[in-house]
């Protein structure tokens, strides 16, 4: 009941008549009260009492007379009151005990009945309601010292049950007006709350009474426990706790103390149904919760009776009840049934919620919910009553949720025993199995059938195989007590710091188990199904959705932090790099434990390794003690294998070092062996026991302990108590062990003489009632009791829960635990289906890339894009070289391409949302990405390859046409055709596909309107997904990230090309047993796909050239792969690269430390076949160019050689011949262009020669019966471009002598260097097959000979020789080939006629003239004579043979007028060389001109006087007019 919200609106003196009138009524409709005469006695004696008379009673109606009139006192109370309070107009002033004394009485007396009590109780109710009683009531203490006194002794007839149990339901609305609604609660003493207390909680436990009145009184006593412990949080907890010192000492006003005893009895014993005359009480019931001490006031019938008003009730009460409520809930106490413990979990749970955050204040309190209650509460968490297990795990939370920071070792027990009973266990083995004793209480690996993203092992090796400390194994839970301890864990880790505070707390103490890293870990596996749980599908669905919703809330926690919301460290804390230190030293010594349980001595060398151990030495500790203080306070040793190890005989030292360590000052034997055998397991062998109990013993003795004699008398007791133990404990054993047996077994080992009976009974007694336990055996309650003691001895050491939501630790989380989170949240998104939880993990998945961005971690980052790409659906294994033909369709003007990707994908709506979280995840986050870019750019190639990228990354750029679109089909082409127009691709390129066109070779299949809508789908999702702005993006890289990028583009390329090549022409080669695919014969098709890679790659690079020096070594890899075997691919990929590779080097050239990496790609594009150069002839020399407009770039004759040599590949293409001729021209014409240098002079005689070799290339030789001129008009552009270039190459000799003479050259150095190789071309293009051509040359190098500017050493005559025997014969003898005259038969005579000429004014310019030195010509001469021959007996014609027999002539007489050529005389003076050169000459001539030489010099003639001037060589030939014919 409650108080209305209006105060009462009549008087309180009405009130008090009317409740009067009430209960009287009820009290006469009793037999008791029917007549009057109860009122008559007691007023008679109350008459003769004021009168001063005595009335006396007969004797034999004293029995009767006196329980008539204990019931006209009950009456006359009433009437007195009514005479009282008639002419009072306040009633407030009367004392409130007077005023409602009556109702207290009538409550009390036992001849009541249940209506009248109830009636009177109701008064009461009203007197509260009215504040009748009320803070400001006189006398309030002892009224309320009597109300709790009365309502505590109730009494009454029992009649219906049903009646008498409302008059309890009455009791309880008293009580709680008292305490609760009224504003005397304050007043009341702890004494008085005590009672009251009792009272209410008797009632909720007592199981016969009806449900609805225990769950009333339960109600009440909620309320009731909220309001007094609200109290703490307005009391003084040290004045509280001084207070509750007193009171155990002097009790002020009775002792203070409760007691709940469930003595239940049958039904029919139920008091309220006795027969009449016996009362029915409170304290009679089954229940009962007084103690016949616990009453400090006794029943009163007046005010005058109370005793002094006591203190306001405060700690003393609420301790009490605390005790009574803990001690109810010990499972092992069999008094009490669950349904008391679940009535007392649901009082505590209150009473916890309303002050457990001020609890620890109060020592006396918080010692009490430490132990026992923690530990009560944590066995009841293992309860298979549901109702009880919920209750306990409620509390439990409450607990925690209020008291954590005074509950952190708790804490890690009951979070290590729930995520032991909730992990899956390793294995399901069968349940008739022996053998499945559980051992071990970490989850197992998933099993087999775990889907592909499957949960990732994030435990560390470290602590595999170590065993957890203090921590018996559980069985896992299953069905709904699983659901509710998962609730109940996720409802402990929602709070924004909690696992932030587990790390700190648990993780960062080296002697507490790494609870963050375990939660994690269960967490991410409980996210995955069970393939062998036994949950339905709906128990295990929503088991997976709290595992996911603690890890996202974890991430979002963090996430926030990361943000800015977070809290600064305390600085009363331990500081944070203390604790990081701490959680780095914890790894060495879990990775040191686990070694050592592997292999004891490499542990023990890691140990050392890293100063675990042997770091403290000094004259006190040794290197043993060092050793045994580590393997003493290291929990993670397997106990067996430490007890064998420091038994062994060679670590004898080590064992009585270790043994040492221990206090057994004081303490009894029994508790010395139990201390010192739960540190490790006694072994096996006897001889490794004895050593054991020797060394205890000796230390033991070492103690003084009472009543040993001796140590050899120790050594006989430790052997007994270990057999005492086995005995008494050992299921195996029927006939157990008696304290005289015992006692006999021990006779006169005691240095001869017996120990006490009293000593040995107290050693058995102390075997007998607790079992020693060796580690490892640890089960059942005896396990949680032996965890239960290691918590409370570690506790005193342990230091209080940190709490603080601080973002300072989250990088060493969240770099422990990324992958198995992103797993888990990976393979929620694609296997759940509920939308609610899709949306969460698409928030973690952001969360987590944005804390990947937060703390710099790529891999994080990676992990991410793998996770939501393998989402996607674009990722494709095997994508196809070949494109099929889909239909396009016109869609709202737009054309779309229908292609299998577009369909499927459209009807994947997850999907879809994968795609487009993956890419707003990564727009903007694109420096955070590193390995991830494979899996961008492989689903950027898928979606290329069925037409589904935005038209701007289908482009490529390009020196001639600009942008235009990537293929995605080619077609079967010939040789192309030359191309006059500029543009991206060669001519090759006109015969492949645009990227959405489709052939008219093959069938184009009609799409479905469903498959158009579904187009549609995939094309919004596109859209949505903004991939164009990611790949802008992509310029704004820093440096890592661009390098990731570009390495995953050329890691893409270089599968579909080189690795693609070697594997199938590897395949070839074993299906045709060839070597033929490996000889270069077997090229792949077209890829377009190798194209988009290769073309985003560069393009890329490109616009970040900042990053040049980082990208080229891995794009020129990929293009020198390419272009090395480019006859291995197809002609747009190695075009491609080509364009790829010069718009690099555009960037070069720019970078002074990398210009020499434009020659490396100009040597690589030189070495390309003739047909493939030929292909790309027109990027070739765009590129070059475009290169050579920084003229800082060429330093060298080398690099300008290089550059001569990759523009000589692009004479012979129609197109880029064009272009390079206008580029050399440009060089040599006069003006800006302008450039000459010594460097590039013989490269541009190179060029310049292989244009002149392009004129006749396109000489066609004439076939027989066919009538087709042989030489092209001279208009013809490679005759023009031929002819130009020898026009050119003549009018280099004008930059010889400024080069000559600005680098101060010698005669020789400028023939070898300029002259020279100048004649040299000009001499091999007098051959060539062009006629116009020919001439040219030839009249030109005449033209250059016989100049004066043509520089030789005149003295030197072999450089003479060189003009003959390089130059002019090679020439010659070139004209008198079959095979040349082929070319054009009907020129080539004239050209012999003129190389005759050439011939003869060369020899006679060269060796004939006056200056010249006296060197033997003989030889050369007769070369000429024979050249001369040939030449007449080739051509045959009279022309021909008219000009050489008169060059000839000229020839002859300027020999002999420089008195050379000398005819004999009959004064013969001539010398050898004169007589020798006339004899072989004439000799010569008679073979094709006989007589000539007579003829022209006869033997009779006189000799000219030496006086006599030499004709000039040049005035003695007669020019000859070049025929044109």
């Not at 003493?632 to 060679?650: E, N, V, W």
């Not at 020797?694 to 103690?703: C, G, L």
Request: glycine letters at 4%.
């Amino acid at each position: 009941m409650t108080i209305p919200a209006t105060s009462c609106q009549v008087s309180k003196k009405h009130v008090l008549l009317s409740e009067i009138l009430a209960v009287t009524s009820v009290m006469r409709k009793n037999s008791r009260w029917a007549s009057g005469a109860h009122t008559l006695t007691a007023r008679d004696s109350a008459l003769a009492r004021d009168l001063g008379l005595r009335r006396s009673t007969p004797s034999t109606d004293i029995q009767k007379n006196g329980r008539l009139s204990q019931e006209a006192d009950l009456m006359g109370g009433f009437q007195q009151l009514k005479r009282t309070i008639w002419d009072v107009d306040d009633i407030e002033a009367l004392p409130l005990p007077g005023l409602i004394g009556p109702f207290f009485a009538l409550v009390r007396s036992p001849l009541s009945n249940g209506p009248i009590t109830s009636a009177a109780l109701s008064a009461l109710h009203s007197f509260f309601v009215c504040n009748l009683i009320s803070a400001t009531s006189l006398s309030l203490e002892p009224a309320l010292v009597e109300l709790s006194s009365t309502v505590s002794h109730c009494k009454f007839e029992a009649s219906d049950s049903s009646g008498d149990e409302v008059v309890l339901m009455k009791i309880m609305t008293v009580i709680h007006d008292c305490i609760v609604t009224s504003g005397v609660g304050a007043f009341l003493g702890d004494v008085e709350v005590c009672e009251m207390l009792e009272t209410v909680l008797t009632t909720a436990c007592q199981m016969r009474l009806s449900e609805i009145l225990r769950r009333s009184a339960e109600s009440t006593m909620v309320s009731i426990v909220r309001t007094i412990f609200g109290r703490l949080h307005t009391l003084n907890p040290a004045t509280e706790e001084a207070r509750l010192l007193l009171n155990e000492e002097e009790p002020q006003h009775g002792e203070i103390s409760m007691s709940v005893s469930a003595n239940v009895t049958d039904a029919g014993d139920f008091p309220l149904q006795a027969s009449e005359g016996v009362t029915s009480s409170t304290q009679q019931d089954a229940v009962s919760l007084e103690d016949p001490e616990c009453s400090a006031v006794p029943e009163v019938e007046g005010p005058s009776q109370a005793l002094s008003p006591p203190r306001p009730y405060g700690l003393p009460a609420l301790l009490e009840l605390l005790r009574v409520l803990v001690n109810i809930l010990d499972p092992n106490d069999q008094v009490h049934t669950d349904s008391t413990r679940l009535t007392a979990l649901g009082i505590l749970n209150a009473a916890v919620e309303t002050s457990g955050t001020v609890m620890g204040d109060y020592p006396s309190l918080s010692a009490l919910i430490l132990d026992p209650g923690c530990k009560y509460l944590f066995q009841l968490a293992r309860s298979d009553n549901s109702f009880v297990l919920q209750a306990a795990l409620r509390t439990i939370t409450t607990v925690f949720q209020t008291m954590r920071k005074h509950l952190k070792l708790q804490q890690e027990l009951y979070l290590a025993f729930s995520i032991d009973r909730l992990a899956a266990p390793p294995q399901l083995k069968p349940l008739s199995s022996k053998k499945n004793n559980p051992t071990s209480p970490r989850p197992g690996t998933p099993a087999t059938g775990t889907p592909i993203l499957g949960p990732v092992d994030s435990e560390l090796e470290l602590d595999k195989g170590s065993p957890v400390p203090s921590r018996p194994p559980v069985q896992p839970a299953r069905g709904d007590t699983r659901d509710l301890m998962l609730e109940t864990l996720s409802q402990l880790c929602r709070h924004p710091s909690s696992m932030v505070d587990l790390y700190i707390n648990y993780d960062c103490d080296i002697n507490c188990e790494n609870l963050f890293e375990r939660l994690i870990e269960f967490l991410t596996k409980g996210v995955y199904p069970w393939q062998y749980s036994s949950a339905s599908d709906s128990q295990q669905l929503h088991s997976q959705y709290l595992c996911l919703d603690l890890l996202l809330a974890f991430v979002n926690d963090m996430t926030a932090r990361a943000e800015g919301r977070s809290e600064p460290w305390p600085s009363d804390f331990i500081l944070p790099d203390s604790l990081i230190q701490d959680k780095s030293r914890k790894k060495l010594v879990l990775t040191g434990a686990a070694r050592f349980n592997s292999r004891p001595k490499i542990g023990i060398a890691f140990l050392e390794e890293n100063k675990l151990i042997y770091s403290d030495l000094s004259p006190e500790v040794s290197r043993t003690r060092s050793l045994a203080i580590f393997l003493k306070s290291c929990t993670r040793l397997d106990k067996r294998l430490l007890g064998d190890y420091i038994s062994k005989p060679d670590n004898l030292e080590l064992l009585k070092e270790f043994i040492g360590l221990f206090d057994f000052k004081d303490k009894p034997i029994a508790d010395a062996m139990r201390e010192m055998l739960e540190t490790f397991r006694l072994p096996g062998e006897s001889q490794q026991i004895a050593r054991i109990t020797e060394t205890f013993a000796s230390i033991y003795f070492a103690s003084g302990p009472a009543e040993i004699k001796t140590e050899d008398a120790v050594y006989v007791l430790a052997y007994s108590v270990i057999m005492l133990n086995t005995d008494l404990h050992n299921p195996q054993i029927r006939k157990r062990m008696s304290i005289e047996d015992y006692q006999r077994n021990l006779r006169g080992v005691n240095g001869g003489t017996d120990f006490s009976p009293e000593y040995l009974q107290s050693i058995y007694d102390s075997i007998r009632k607790r079992e020693i336990v060796m580690p490892e055996e640890h089960t059942g309650q005896l396990g949680f009791e032996y965890a239960w003691k290691e918590l409370l001895a570690r506790s005193r050491q342990s230091g209080p829960f940190l709490m603080c939501n601080s973002a300072l630790f989250d990088l060493d989380m969240f770099k422990t635990v990324w992958k198995p989170l992103i797993s888990a949240i990976a393979y929620a998104f694609i296997s759940f289906d509920d939308d609610y939880v899709i949306q969460r993990a698409i928030s973690g998945f952001r969360q987590c890339a944005t804390l990947a961005g937060h703390f710099h971690l790529p891999d994080v980052f990676d992990f991410v894009v793998v996770s939501l790409s393998q989402a996607t659906s674009l990722l494709s294994e095997n994508l196809p070289t070949q494109v099929p033909n889909y239909p396009v369709v016109e869609v709202e003007g737009q054309s779309v391409t229908v292609s299998s990707l577009s369909v499927k994908f459209g009807t994947n709506f997850k999907g879809q949302l994968a795609a487009v979280v993956l890419f707003n995840i990564v727009n903007g986050n694109g420096n955070a990405l590193r390995e991830g870019w494979t899996q961008i750019f492989e689903m950027f190639q898928n979606l290329f390859m069925h037409s589904l990228l935005p038209t701007r990354m289908l482009q490529m750029e390009d020196f001639l046409g600009g942008v235009t679109m990537i293929p995605l089909r080619g077609g079967q082409h010939s040789r192309p055709a030359p191309r006059s127009d500029g543009g991206l691709l060669s001519a090759l390129s006109s015969y492949l596909m645009t990227p959405y066109g489709a052939s008219s070779e093959n069938l184009v299949p009609e799409a479905t309107d469903t498959e158009v809508e579904s187009t549609m789908c995939t094309i919004d999702c596109i859209t949505s997904c903004r991939l164009d702005e990611l790949y802008a993006q992509t310029i704004q890289l820093d440096s890592e990230a661009l390098v990731a990028a570009i390495r995953a583009l050329e890691a893409l390329a270089h599968e579909r090309t080189i690795t693609k090549w070697k594997q199938e022409s590897d395949e070839l080669t074993t299906a045709f047993n060839t070597s033929s695919a490996g000889d270069g014969t077997f090229t792949l098709p077209y890829d377009p796909a190798s194209v988009f890679l290769l073309e985003t790659m560069v393009s890329i690079t490109c616009q970040t050239s900042r990053y040049i020096e980082d990208l080229w070594p891995i794009l020129f890899e990929h293009l020198s792969a390419l272009l090395s075997a480019s006859t291995h691919y197809s002609v747009l990929l190695i075009e491609r690269a080509v364009v790829a590779l010069l718009r690099l080097c555009l960037i070069l050239a720019q970078k002074k430390t990398l210009r020499d990496q434009v020659y490396v790609s100009l040597d690589l594009i030189t070495g390309l076949p003739p047909i493939v150069a030929n292909s790309v002839a027109e990027q070739i020399v765009a590129g070059v160019t475009l290169i050579l407009q920084n003229r800082d770039i060429i330093s060298s004759q080398t690099e300008w050689n290089l550059v001569f040599a990759a523009l000589r590949s692009t004479t012979s293409h129609p197109e880029a011949a064009r272009s390079t001729f206008d580029l050399v021209l440009s060089f040599v014409t006069d003006g800006q262009s302008q450039w000459v240098t010594p460097d590039n002079f013989n490269g541009l005689i190179t060029i310049l020669d292989e244009f002149a070799n392009s004129a006749g290339h396109s000489i066609i030789v004439p076939q027989k019966g066919r009538r087709v001129p042989s030489q092209p008009p001279p208009n013809a552009p490679p005759i023009e471009r031929g002819r130009r270039a020898i026009d050119i190459l003549y009018d280099m000799k004008r930059f010889i002598a400024p080069f000559s003479e600005s680098a101060g050259l010698q005669t020789g150095q400028v023939w070898r260097q300029y002259c020279l190789p100048l004649a040299l071309s000009l001499g091999k293009q007098s051959t060539n097959p062009s006629r116009l051509v020919r001439h040219t040359a030839i009249s030109q190098l005449q033209r250059l000979l016989l100049g004066p500017r043509f520089v030789y050493d005149e003295n030197d005559h072999g450089q003479v020789e060189e003009i003959f025997n390089n130059i002019i014969f090679p020439l010659v003898n070139e004209l008198l080939k079959p095979q040349v005259q082929q070319f054009d038969p009907q020129g080539i005579s004239e050209t012999r006629l003129r190389a005759s000429a050439l011939l003869c004014k060369a020899f006679m310019h060269f060796e004939v003239r006056e200056n010249r030195t006296k060197s033997d010509i003989r030889i050369l001469w007769i070369e000429i004579l024979d050249l001369l021959d040939r030449l007449i007996n080739a051509g045959k014609t009279e022309q021909l043979y008219e000009a050489v027999s008169e060059s000839l002539k000229n020839v002859v007489l300027v020999m002999n007028a420089a008195n050379i050529l000398v005819p004999p005389s009959q004064e013969d003076q001539r010398d050898e060389h004169q007589r020798t050169l006339w004899t072989a000459t004439q000799a010569r001539l008679e073979r094709f001109l006989p007589g000539f030489l007579t003829e022209v010099i006869p033997t009779s003639q006189l000799q000219l006087p030496p006086s006599t001037p030499v004709p000039d060589s040049t005035s003695a030939v007669p020019a000859t007019a070049p025929s044109t014919t």
